[in-house]
């Protein structure tokens, strides 16, 4: 039987990033729906026409290989400013270029903040400039308080780590 493959992305570099302590989370909680890897976009540089010309730098081949090789994509988001951070639009920036590695991969994003609203902006916003990329669209999951939920760099609060078991359970499934 076929291997589920999530590959997940930080839209974070701080080594304690919540949202990175999230998505480790989520390898642990969804490990019977699926094998999540870890892809890190530190050396993907900032999305520019100029070097795409001349050929594809070797971080964003790497990074539409693993998407392209998985079943669905995860991508784990702090919310700046009521949208996307630098490091999470540019991921996406890359992939909506050719040769486009995501093309009818289903995607979808948690995101994880110190607020109430659990990043509803951030998840608002993805979803709207995800309907014009030829993705499968998957509600996005927010995280909030995380303050309360994160201890010592890991997600310890049980109820949130079953909602989040929950969440790459019924994606798994989506990708299926």
């Known amino acids: 039987m076929h291997t589920l493959k999530i590959t997940a992305i930080v839209g974070s570099l701080r080594s304690e990033s919540v949202n990175g302590a999230v998505a480790r989370a989520a390898i642990e909680v969804g490990s019977s729906h699926a094998e999540i890897e870890l892809f890190s976009v530190a050396d993907v540089p900032l999305y520019n026409g100029d ?10 081949q790497a990074l539409h290989d693993s998407v392209g090789a998985a079943d669905g994509v995860l991508l784990f988001s702090p919310e700046y400013n009521g949208s996307f951070p630098a490091v999470t639009k540019n991921a996406i920036d890359w992939l909506s270029r050719p040769p486009r590695g995501w093309e ?14 659990a990043g509803a902006s951030l998840r608002t916003h993805f979803e709207a400039i995800m309907a014009f990329q030829p993705v499968r669209l998957f509600p996005s999951l927010g995280i909030g308080t995380c303050g309360e ?23 798994a499934d989506f990708c299926r």
């Open 104 to 117: 009818g991969t289903p995607i979808s994003m948690v995101v994880t903040t110190p607020g109430v609203r």
């Open 51 to 60: 070097i795409e010309q001349v050929a594809l730098p070797a971080a964003v």
């Open 149 to 171: 939920k994160i201890t010592d760099g890991e997600l310890s609060d049980a109820v949130a780590r079953a909602e989040l078991g929950n969440f790459v359970a019924s994606f």
